[in-house]
C-alpha cells in the first residue's frame, strides 16, 4: 500500500466508526437540531452503557479490588481560591495570536509560520488565553466573582484530603480515586471525541512517601498499562512515552503517557504525572489548614508526595472502537460474498452482552422467547444488559448485534417447542451450539469466560 491509499483507508476507517456510532446509538452530535456545538458529543443508549462499563471496570480495580484506594465525588464548581492556589489561573493557558483580517485565532505553538493559515493576514502578537470555562454564582453577573468550571477532577481531592483522612484513618501510601466530567475551552479540537471540550475522566491521587515516589511512578504506569489489556487493548499498540521538560505541566516533576496507535498517529490515552508535594503545599499556604499527615514512623508531620493516573473516559471509548472494529469477508446465506462488520468488544466491556432473537415474529415463538428472556434477566449468575429483538430478518438482526458488539446471541426456533433447546451463536465465530434451555445459564458464563481468555 503506498501512502496515500493508507492514508484513505485510515481516514476511511474513522468515517466509518464515526457513521457506526450514529447509525447504532452510540455517539451523536450535542444539539444536534440546532446545528450543534463545536467538538461536544452526546452518548446514546449504546454508548452511555459502555462508558459505564467502562468506568466499573476501572473503579473495580482501582479502588474495589484494593485496600489501600477509597473513592470521592466531589463538585464541579469550587471556591476560585482554589484555581488561583493551584497555579491554573495564572499557568493553564496556551499562547494565541489573532488574525488581523479575518479575527481566528490560532496557538502560536503550533503554527509553522508568521501568518494566518486560512487568509495569509498578519497576526497580531500572542496573547495568552486561559483554558478555563468561566461562570458566576447568583443573579448578578458584575457584582460576583468569575467562577470556573473545573478542568480537572483532582483539586477536589487535594482540598479534601483532610476530610478523606479523618473519616477512614488511611496512612501512606494511600490513594484517594474521583471520576467525573472536566471542560476545557480548547483551541484545537477534533478527530471526533478525542478532542473535545466537555469530557470525563477518571483520576486518581496516590500519597506516597516523598523519598519512594519514583517507585510508585513506575508502578502505576504498569497498573494503567495492566488495565488497558484487561479491557482488550492490544499491548503493541500501547507505549509509554516521558515527556520533556518543556511540554511538562506547571506542578509536574515526571509525566509519563500512555500512548495508543491511532490511524493518524500515536495520541495520548492516560497520563501518570508525579505532582510531587506542589498542590497540598499550596492548598496549605494559601487556606492556612495544614494539609498534611502524621507519619508514625517518625512521629512528625509530613507532606507527602503525589503520583496521579489520569484517564480521559472519551478516549479510552476512542480506543477501544478502533481496538475493537472488524470487517471480515463472508459468504451470506445466498452464496454471495459480503463484509462483516463487528466490534469486537470483551463481555466486561459489550453494552449488550446477550441478544434473545426469536427465529420470526411468527406468535407461537413468543411466550417461549419471552421465558428465556426473562430467565436470563433475572440470572444470578450473568450480569449486564441483555437484549431482546423481534424486529426484522433474523440476518439482519445478526447483522446489528455483531455491529454493536454483542458476544451472545440466542435464538429461539419452532424446533425449540418441541426439544426445550435454543441456539447460543458466537459472534467472533458465528458457530452455533444448540443447548437445553435448563442449561443455557451455565453454557453462555462458559463461553462469555471463553472469550475473555
Ligand atoms: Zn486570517
Redesign the pocket.
Known amino acids: 500500500m503506498n501512502n496515500s491509499t493508507k492514508q484513505n483507508k485510515q481516514n476511511s476507517n474513522l468515517d466509518k466508526i464515526v457513521s457506526l456510532c450514529k447509525r447504532r446509538g452510540f455517539i451523536f452530535q450535542s444539539s444536534e437540531i440546532y446545528g450543534g456545538l463545536g467538538s461536544i458529543w452526546d452518548y446514546g443508549p449504546l454508548g452511555s452503557q459502555l462508558k459505564r462499563n467502562i468506568k466499573e471496570s476501572w473503579w473495580k480495580k482501582m479502588v474495589l479490588e484494593r485496600k489501600d484506594v477509597v473513592g470521592i465525588d466531589s463538585s464541579i464548581l469550587m471556591n476560585t481560591n482554589i484555581w488561583k492556589a493551584s497555579g491554573h489561573l495564572e499557568n493553564f493557558t496556551d499562547p494565541l495570536v489573532e488574525?488581523q483580517?479575518?479575527n481566528?485565532r490560532w496557538r502560536e505553538d503550533q503554527l509553522n509560520n508568521k501568518s494566518?493559515p486560512?487568509?495569509?493576514?498578519n497576526l497580531s502578537e500572542s496573547r495568552l488565553f486561559n483554558l478555563m470555562f468561566k461562570t458566576h454564582i447568583g443573579p448578578v453577573e458584575n457584582s460576583s466573582t468569575p467562577i470556573y468550571l473545573r478542568p480537572e477532577t483532582a483539586q477536589g481531592i487535594f482540598v479534601n484530603f483532610n476530610n478523606v483522612i479523618s473519616t477512614t484513618r488511611k496512612k501512606l501510601p494511600f490513594g484517594i480515586a474521583q471520576i467525573g466530567k472536566a471542560f476545557r475551552n480548547e483551541i484545537t479540537t477534533g478527530n471526533f471525541i478525542f478532542r473535545t471540550r466537555e469530557f470525563e475522566m477518571m483520576e486518581m491521587e496516590y500519597f506516597v512517601y516523598p523519598d519512594e515516589d519514583e517507585t510508585w511512578h513506575k508502578y502505576w504506569i504498569n497498573e494503567c498499562l495492566e488495565w488497558y489489556k484487561s479491557i482488550g487493548v492490544n499491548s503493541k499498540k500501547l507505549k509509554v512515552r516521558q515527556h520533556d521538560a518543556k511540554e511538562m505541566a506547571h506542578y509536574s516533576k515526571a509525566t509519563s503517557d500512555i500512548e495508543y496507535k491511532f490511524p493518524w498517529g500515536w495520541g495520548e490515552i492516560t497520563g501518570i504525572a508525579n505532582r510531587t508535594d506542589f498542590d497540598l503545599k499550596s492548598h496549605s499556604n494559601a487556606s492556612g489548614e495544614n494539609l498534611s499527615i502524621f507519619d508514625d514512623k517518625t512521629n512528625k508531620h509530613l507532606t507527602p508526595f503525589v503520583i496521579e493516573p489520569s484517564t480521559g473516559i472519551d478516549r479510552t471509548i476512542m480506543t477501544l472502537l478502533f481496538e475493537s472494529y472488524t470487517e471480515e469477508e463472508s459468504i451470506n446465506a445466498k452464496g454471495k460474498s459480503e463484509t462483516r462488520v463487528f466490534l469486537n468488544f470483551t463481555p466486561e466491556i459489550a453494552p449488550v452482552k446477550i441478544a434473545v432473537l426469536p427465529l420470526s415474529r411468527n406468535e407461537s415463538l413468543l411466550p417461549l422467547s419471552n421465558k428465556v428472556h426473562d430467565l436470563l434477566l433475572k440470572s444470578k449468575i450473568i450480569d449486564g444488559s441483555i437484549d431482546f429483538d423481534d424486529s426484522q430478518s433474523i440476518g439482519r438482526r445478526y447483522r446489528r448485534q455483531d455491529e454493536i458488539g454483542t458476544p451472545i446471541c440466542v435464538t429461539v426456533d419452532f424446533e425449540s417447542l418441541n426439544d426445550g433447546s435454543v441456539t447460543i451463536r458466537d459472534r467472533n465465530t458465528m458457530l452455533q451450539n444448540r443447548v437445553k434451555i435448563d442449561n443455557l445459564e451455565l453454557s453462555i458464563l462458559k463461553q462469555l469466560n471463553n472469550n475473555t481468555q
Do not use: N, T
Not at 118 to 121: E, K, P, S
Open positions: 488574525c483580517e479575518c481566528q494566518c486560512d487568509c495569509a493576514g
